[in-house]
């Protein structure tokens, strides 16, 4: 149902998120898959020069950055539809690219003229070439939304029917928006590792610990999907339980840290039915190790003459914001002065959000903000009560960072001050390298 | 030349106006004759050449970022994207560029300036006009800009958004320039034409009418590249004003009462330096590009000519070859034996290999990303292509390939060079898989003027020792193209023959036959 538009601004700078058609990326993180991309010339190189290059270097792999087909739709296809010229470089595609899978996502001009692309890739899948195709038009949402459209095309076009047997202990995981969040490698690689740890079998879809397509074609049998997320793959999630049978199981919280860790796996195995032997030796195992590097961080953290900064603002999407507010609060015991969500959550998952923050622990509770708006974050931060010493933002926020003297720490895009590539910040390994990260920025600007 | 017309808002893309193609394929010889400056063209200046055209195609850059790539890096003023919020995720990239640009000159380092409309799907359906005025106040009410830009996108340009009639509005209104930028993506097959249409809106509306002149005053149309031409043009006494990146709206409503402009590049600087030659009778240097020793001299001796200096010139060229003349001497021994492949804009890859072929650097191959025949100015003192062939030879293997990757590849094999130049992103990386080191050009100032060959031969020095890393990582790489691609040696045989993608035999190749049948429900609904 189209809305009549608010005559409210809902004008946007400085862009913390793409468009729906960002969500190709959806496609490039499934290793073997070629996303094709139905829309202008410049949607495709906007799309990956930001959330890919610009944001942690992170690089484009196979099926990505400059590499990957585009129509570059001209005035002819305006005037005239674009169905025939998608169809020949569909066809070509297939012809000069390798690929298990290919993902068509359109953009603006497809869905405004109103293109039959279910009708073109129709067309091939019945020549069973594996192509999916969804609509991603830029003025349908962001690339959080995109999201969730292409993982729904790929099951719905590409996976299929099932009613077979489920497999007792393998889980999907649907977590952090590959390339948006800019650690999200290796983020994923540390959330299967200390899943397996307790016994499950992972399907964790996404990046280099994914088998790609045929992982994929194993999401049916899966006993249950984990949604990892405040919000995003619920709508997945709950697609899979009506096709599939499928329950789930939703911890809004990422674990970062020992103790937020620890708890995530306690919920998840039990859930599961993990042998609580098993969890409870992996956490053991884990903790050891984790708390050895702690306990050498605590003379740091503890005697360094000239005092370390406590209050911090987060600004980044409501998942990474939460996940890293828990654990500043929780493990290192840091103040949260300033909350602000920046990726626009669907409005029914705004009160749960707020919610999981006035339980940060049993005595802090945190009102957070919703803005996307650049000018208006960057006032809020400037105009804050209590002034924060650490910002956990993006590379936008550098500016008012430098003029309140807060130390910035880039988690989330765009991050073009960072150059990552397997580091992680989740779980028990990530929240190590998070703590190098936060404190090598704070004590490098001392003097 | 063609009288460059500012009644209208819109631009005339460059294809309407050069005859500008992004497809080609051949050697640099034939494509200076069967270009609009030959006399042995058969139609003509302005004419459109033999482009051509194939099924497969990879991601091109839009009108549109160009336009955020200029107007958004203004100084004090603010660029509005007319658009859904997907046009401006490249705004972190122009960002980066801007205050590493705003570092390299010397200026106060912050964020640009860039504001989305957000436009929703509401907006499709009822239009998008009303939310242009909402942004318009609120971009006035946050930073009181000395002028706003409005870009449009392939979006508003579709549902019809009267744009022209709210920045009139609102000119009116705020009582500085709101100057629309049509720049739909789907308008143009070359980005380029968002350059000029950015550069059509200031000379529309930031450009003052002269009341004085400032004889030593020279606009350099360039980028974000750094300060090379302020100390060469001080030799003749003269400042400059670069614009239109990182320059306040001060610096562009000033270029009227230059002396002369120049460009770092003529596919950037065409349509204002002719703009600013007709509307505004500031004259343009009727030169080569300052590229090399042949180009530098008279690049010189031109801008010399138009603004009296020539007593100043000829001592100056003298003492400059004299000073590089044993540092060129020193890195011609070093890079003797090396290969080169230059893929960048056109005319920026005109002077290019003619500072490598200077230098002895050999040069058979390049990929430039479009071709214009011909200039705005329609003289040929600017064609740099027939400067470059006529004075350093042809170069055998010169594609025009809008930054296809595909085709890179091939011409890359094909070529085999010790080493790239490049600029625009998405072909450094390629290469780098392939074991060739590249140079990203990111300051494209580094090449200009006499020391332009010296910055550049040691640039390659530096460079050619990455194939260490490249040809390690091309060990352990596979490509994403077929057997059948890798296997062709003419990067544009899809043009030529492009009934082969409907080969099915071939189609079979690329799709594993050990995949099972899909099991589809809903597909196509």
């Not at chain 1, 169905?83 to 070509?92: K, M, P, S, T």
């Not at chain 1, 998840?268 to 884990?286: N, S």
Request: proline content about 4%.
């Amino acid at each position: 149902m189209t809305k009549q538009p608010s005559m409210k601004s809902e004008s946007i700078s400085r862009a913390r998120f793409g468009c729906a058609i960002g969500a190709m990326h959806t496609a490039v993180a499934i290793p073997g898959t070629v996303p094709i991309a139905d829309c202008g010339p410049g949607c495709a190189d906007k799309q990956y020069i930001s959330l890919v290059f610009y944001n942690g270097f992170q690089g484009s792999g196979y099926g990505g950055g400059a590499s990957l087909p585009c129509v570059n739709t001209t005035e002819k296809e305006v005037v005239f539809g674009g169905n025939d010229r998608l169809r020949e470089l569909i066809q070509a595609s297939t012809k000069v690219m390798k690929a298990d899978l290919f993902v068509v996502t359109t953009g603006c001009i497809s869905d405004i003229v109103g293109d039959d692309v279910a009708s073109v890739v129709g067309d091939f899948q019945k020549k069973n070439v594996p192509v999916v195709y969804a609509e991603t038009g830029g003025f349908r949402g962001n690339n959080f939304i995109g999201h969730e459209e292409v993982v729904k095309s790929i099951v719905d076009q590409y996976v299929g029917g099932y009613d077979g047997p489920k497999e007792q202990g393998l889980v999907n995981v649907w977590t952090e928006l590959p390339y948006q969040n800019t650690f999200w490698r290796g983020d994923l690689i540390e959330i299967k590792r200390i899943l397996e740890g307790i016994g499950l079998k992972v399907n964790i879809l996404f990046g280099h610990g994914s088998g790609g397509v045929e992982e994929w074609k194993t999401v049916p049998k899966a006993q249950f999907n984990l949604v990892l997320h405040t919000w995003l793959g619920l709508s997945v999630a709950k697609h899979l339980q009506a096709k599939y049978g499928q329950p789930f199981l939703h911890v809004p919280v990422i674990p970062v840290g020992s103790i937020g860790t620890t708890s995530f796996l306690r919920e998840v195995g039990t859930y599961a039915g993990a042998d609580p032997k098993k969890v409870e030796a992996f956490i053991k195992d884990e903790e050891s190790k984790y708390y050895k590097y702690i306990e050498e961080f605590s003379e740091f953290y503890c005697e360094y003459f000239f005092g370390v900064p406590s209050k911090f603002a987060v600004v980044t999407d409501s998942a990474y914001a939460l996940a890293i507010t828990k654990f500043a609060v929780n493990n290192l015991g840091l103040i949260p002065v300033k909350v602000i969500i920046t990726e626009d959550p669907p409005e029914e998952h705004r009160d749960a959000i707020r919610e999981q923050f006035h339980r940060i622990a049993d005595d802090v509770s945190v009102e957070v903000e919703f803005i996307e708006d650049g000018f208006v974050i960057e006032e809020a931060l400037r105009n804050s009560e209590r002034r924060p010493a650490i910002i956990f933002g993006t590379t936008w926020d550098r500016d008012v960072a430098k003029d309140i003297k807060a130390g910035i720490v880039e988690v989330s895009f765009p991050a073009s001050y960072e150059v990552v590539l397997s580091r992680s910040y989740v779980g028990y390994r990530g929240a190590l390298s998070f703590i190098e990260k936060i404190f090598t920025v704070t004590i490098s600007a001392s003097a | 030349m063609a009288k460059i017309n500012l009644e209208t808002t819109a631009v005339e893309s460059r294809e309407q106006r050069l005859g500008t193609i992004v497809y080609w394929d051949g050697n640099a010889q034939e494509l200076s004759e069967q270009s609009g400056y030959s006399k042995k063209s058969k139609c003509g200046k302005g004419c459109n050449l033999c482009e051509m055209k194939g099924p497969f195609t990879q991601p091109s850059v839009c009108s549109e970022q160009m336009v955020e790539c200029q107007a958004g890096n203004v100084r004090e003023a603010v660029l509005i994207q007319h658009a859904p919020i997907g046009c401006s995720a490249s705004q972190s990239m122009y960002n980066t560029i801007y205050r590493i640009g705003l570092a390299s000159r010397g200026h106060k380092v912050e964020n640009l300036r860039i504001s989305s409309t957000n436009l929703t799907e509401g907006d499709m359906v009822f239009g998008g006009v009303e939310k242009l005025r909402l942004t318009i106040e609120d971009v006035w009410n946050h930073y009181h800009p000395q002028a706003i830009f409005v870009g449009t996108s392939c979006a508003t340009g579709i549902i019809g958004d009267d744009v022209d009639s709210v920045t009139e509005e609102y000119t009116e209104k705020l009582g500085i320039p709101v100057i629309p930028l049509h720049c739909e993506g789907f308008r143009s097959k070359h980005w380029s034409t968002g350059f000029d249409q950015t550069q059509h809106g200031i000379l529309r509306q930031i450009v003052r009418k002269p009341t004085k002149k400032q004889e030593d005053l020279v606009n350099v149309i360039n980028l974000w590249g750094s300060d090379v031409f302020g100390p060469m043009l001080a030799n003749l006494n003269l400042r400059v004003n670069y614009v239109v990146d990182m320059a306040t709206v001060e610096e562009l409503a000033q270029m009227s009462e230059a002396a002369v402009t120049v460009a770092f590049c003529n596919t950037l600087g065409t349509y204002l330096a002719e703009g600013l030659e007709q509307a505004f009778g500031v004259p343009q240097a009727r030169a080569p590009q300052p590229y090399g020793v042949l180009g530098t001299d008279a690049w010189l001796r031109e801008i010399a000519r138009i603004t009296h200096r020539e007593h100043l010139v000829e001592d100056f060229i003298k003492s400059e070859h004299e000073r590089i003349a044993p540092q060129v001497e020193e890195l011609k021994k070093k890079l003797k034996g090396l290969e080169g492949f230059i893929s960048t804009g056109s005319a920026y890859a005109h002077g290019l290999i003619e500072v490598m072929r200077e230098l002895g650097v050999t040069i058979n191959g390049s990929v430039v990303f479009h071709h214009d025949p011909v200039y705005d100015s329609g003289d040929e003192s600017q064609d740099t292509l027939a400067h470059l062939v006529d004075n350093y030879g042809n170069v055998d293997n010169f594609v025009v390939s809008i930054r296809q990757p595909f085709q890179f590849f091939t011409a890359l094999r094909k070529n085999n060079p010790d080493f790239i130049l490049i600029r625009h992103n998405g072909l450094a990386p390629l290469a780098a898989r392939l074991g060739i080191p590249a140079a990203p050009l990111g300051d494209e100032h580094i090449a200009i003027g006499y020391n332009g060959l010296i910055n550049m031969g040691n640039l390659i020095l530096e460079i050619i020792e990455r194939k260490r890393f490249c040809q390690d990582l091309s060990k352990h790489v596979t490509h994403q193209y077929t057997d059948w691609w890798a296997a062709q040696t003419d990067p544009a045989i899809l043009a030529k023959h492009p009934e082969l993608i409907w080969d099915d035999a071939d189609t079979a190749e690329a799709i594993p036959s050990k995949r099972p049948e899909p099991v589809r429900d809903g597909a196509g609904q």
